[in-house]
């Protein structure tokens, strides 16, 4: 408001509003869908849609949300520190072990046309899921009110963004590069073979 004036304060307000109302369901149905590996009796099959018992964890977890927001970033942080921690562990733990057991370098250049086949289109489309990954960044200054030494909101902004961007970019290399043809039933195309039929009508 003290910066852009009331309309564009209104406008960002807003969407303030409608990010907060949709992640958390996000979140809970993402939890639901990963616990239904485990529990696979919380999602109707070969559905992401959740059953009437997935609802019901998904339900109690978003309630289970809401004293973290009640009480503010400084109970929230220190009782997701920890869990954020090992979540990252176990992440990077999984990604390096799917690149030694299935990395495949012929990934990136003569499967599927190579690494990029379809040109810049690919990454175009990726940049709304791509605004969404890195929208938890707003987080940060929509709490900079509950802290008390304001000094390090730059710093934790910036190493943010570049902690996600190298895991992001970890993932992406791990996923290509571990991709296995044979366990998806799929006989990859080589570069040379995509070059010919992308220029024969489908």
């Given amino acids: 408001m003290y910066t852009h004036g009331n309309t564009l304060n209104l406008i960002s307000s807003f969407m303030n509003l409608v990010w907060y109302l949709f992640i958390p369901p996000i979140e809970a149905l993402a939890a639901v869908e990963g616990l239904s ?9 070969h559905t992401t849609i ?37 979540k990252l562990l176990v992440y990077v733990a999984a ?29 175009f489309l990726a940049i709304p ?35 996600q961007t190298l895991f992001y970019i970890l993932f992406s290399v791990v996923f290509i590069g571990g991709l296995k043809w044979s366990a998806l039933s799929i006989t990859p195309v080589t570069g040379r073979q995509w070059a010919t039929c992308r220029g024969t009508p489908s």
């Fill in 129 to 163: 899921f791509a605004m969404f990954a890195y929208g938890g960044i707003r987080v940060i200054p929509d709490f900079a009110e509950e802290v008390k030494d304001k000094s390090f909101l730059g710093k934790a902004i910036l190493l943010k963004v570049l902690g």
């Fill in 37 to 45: 590996f485990i529990f696979p009796s919380l999602i109707v099959p």
């Fill in 50 to 86: 959740p059953t009437l018992q997935g609802a019901v964890v998904g339900t109690l977890l978003l309630l289970l949300f809401v004293p973290f927001n009640y009480f503010g970033v400084k109970a929230f942080g220190k009782a997701t520190a920890s869990v954020g921690i090992i």
């Fill in 95 to 123: 990604a390096l072990a799917l690149a030694f057991a299935f990395f495949d370098f012929r990934n990136f250049s003569a499967v599927k046309g190579g690494f990029m086949p379809f040109g810049f289109s690919g990454v």
